[in-house]
């Protein structure tokens, strides 16, 4: 088990399960053209799932709730989530294909571009999350995405509130959103580029980023976090606006899953009691460190290895 023996804080998890099928080369295929690789991999993916793996590794009870065909697919999530400690409430559902992932990385620079099939994760709906509202009324903390249908998500959102567990809403894909989900979110969770897709405003930089955090906020918003990638990520609300740099943790392999990573250790440290800003500082590390490894979930950091990358960072800052 790759999970730490003690864990603090509950964290519960909305989202899709896929399995991942990576393939790298030194560049994309045109539209009509084979090209070679360098190498496959396959393994277990999806955000809500990897973010459920990455707040597990992170040191807290998580409690995943997806949908899954009974199929080859199934049987990897259901193992995967049983090695990590993870509660699983997963509704298997015949006739329907467990979700899949083509995940192209560019062997250079370690960038990717995915294609998602949610699969049977694709039919969540509110009557999912019902079911497990005791789940979330035990948590200290509920997230969710939009890769399963935005009913779902609100829905969890609605509950969460009702018994006053803090929300963190990871819009990723951006799509367009209704208003009155705003007001629901005590953090959105969004990288750059759906940041900009939700608000309108094209970002390039942190001060970009406080404009279309800005936006956000006006819409009811509590806290808006933006993570930039090498930029790290820009927490802003109404009280303060605090850009936390990226760790470099070594060569970048593999981007795809860094987002996700973020959001899981982000939630993780949240729920066991951190403060927002030393929460984002978790998030980084933890993301710092995934960007240096193969894989999506099996990136993910163990707690002892994020406090490490934290206490080096410390130490240095103390040595200046």
Known sequence: MNAPH???????????????????AERMPLIGETIAGSAFAMGPGGKGSNQAVAAARAGAKVVFCTRI???AFGAIARATWAAEGITARASVIDGVSTGAAHIFVDDTTGMNAIIVASGAAGTLNAADVDAIEADIAAAQVFVTQLEQPLAAARRGLEVARKHGVVTVFNPAPALPLDDGIFPLCDYITPNETEAA?????????????????????????????????EGGALLHSATQSVLVPAYHCGRVVETAGAGDGFTGGFAAALARGDDAIAAMRFGCALAGISVTRAGTAPSMPTLDEVKRVLSQSDQTSQAL
């Open 69 to 71: 065909g009974n199929d």
């Open 6 to 24: 003690e864990r603090a804080g509950r964290v519960v998890i909305l989202g899709i399960y896929v399995t991942d099928l990576t393939f790298r």
């Open 197 to 229: 897709a939700l608000t309108g405003v094209p970002i390039a930089n942190a001060d970009d980023a406080r404009r279309a955090a800005d936006v956000l906020l006006a819409k009811g918003v509590g806290t808006v976090v933006v993570t930039l990638g």
